[in-house]
């Protein structure tokens, strides 16, 4: 259980992103596979929510508040599968609203996570499942997890992910926001992500933590798709005990960028 006192919570509260890259496996080349061939030969199992009202009701039956992507009419070519959510169907794919959170909050958090369900997506991705479970479980609770491509061309205009309701909170306290890992598996070389005024300097097999209350947006210029696993997820002791003793660490603060 993490206290207010932590210096856990000191560090996260300070750090608006940093690559996780140096402590948790990055997905093996066999998960960019599967998922290149899956958009060759099933690209239907990637879709685009068509009514966000639907996702507001599944966010408030399940975690007690709503968010509605208000951008999405405004978006261009992206597609996503959910492989873990809350209802287990791989089309709902605006979930958000996890908070960051410490004392009973970060308990009832984990209880939550526990209770969200495999899709019907992970049949088309068993080695992608594998890892996440296996890997990414050894360091994280797992929360919400989707497979998001930006095709080539494709973009995400600038918007922070913070739930309506929840918006004062978020905006005064920077660890309560939605613990997001963006894992790079497969990326050309004119891809960008600006998170917080900064261009991200994300590489294939980077796991990049991002306080996604911050503005962010993506743009693909390069002539391939973009495709990242995007996993809430609340680190485990062990993962941060591993970035606390290396906070200090040179390489490490390189690849930190403070709030
Ligand atoms: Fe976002």
Redesign the pocket.
């Known amino acids: 259980m993490i206290t207010d006192n932590d210096p856990w919570i000191d560090f996260i509260s300070k750090t608006a992103q940093c690559n996780l890259r140096q402590f948790v496996p990055s997905p093996p080349p066999e998960v960019r596979e599967e998922i290149n061939n899956c958009l060759i030969t099933s690209p239907k199992i990637f879709s685009r929510p068509r009514d966000p009202d639907e996702s507001s009701q599944l966010t408030n039956e399940h975690l007690g508040f709503a968010v509605t992507d208000s951008q999405q009419e405004y978006d261009f070519l992206w597609l996503g599968t959910a492989l873990r959510n809350p209802t287990g169907k791989k089309e709902h794919l605006i979930i958000n609203g996890i908070l960051g959170a410490f004392g009973k909050e970060y308990a009832k958090q984990i209880r939550q996570y526990r209770s969200f369900k495999w899709t019907n997506a992970t049949q088309h991705f068993p080695i992608t499942t594998q890892y996440i479970n296996d890997v990414l479980g050894n360091y994280f609770y797992l929360g919400f997890v989707r497979v998001m491509i930006l095709l080539s061309g494709g973009k995400?205009l600038p918007?922070?992910?913070i739930p309506e309701r929840r918006k004062s909170e978020n905006e005064f306290s920077s660890y309560n926001i939605l613990n997001s890992l963006h894992i790079s598996v497969d990326q050309g070389e004119k891809y960008f992500f600006i998170h917080h005024n900064r261009i991200v300097p994300i590489s294939r097999g980077d796991l990049w933590w991002m306080n996604?209350s911050k503005e962010?947006w993506a743009i693909n210029f390069s002539s391939t798709p973009r495709t990242h696993l995007i996993v809430h997820a609340i680190p485990k002791k062990k993962l941060r005990g591993l970035i606390l003793a290396n906070k200090e660490n040179n390489e490490f603060a390189k690849q930190c960028w403070p709030i």
Do not use: S
């Open positions: 995400v918007h922070k992910d996604n962010h």
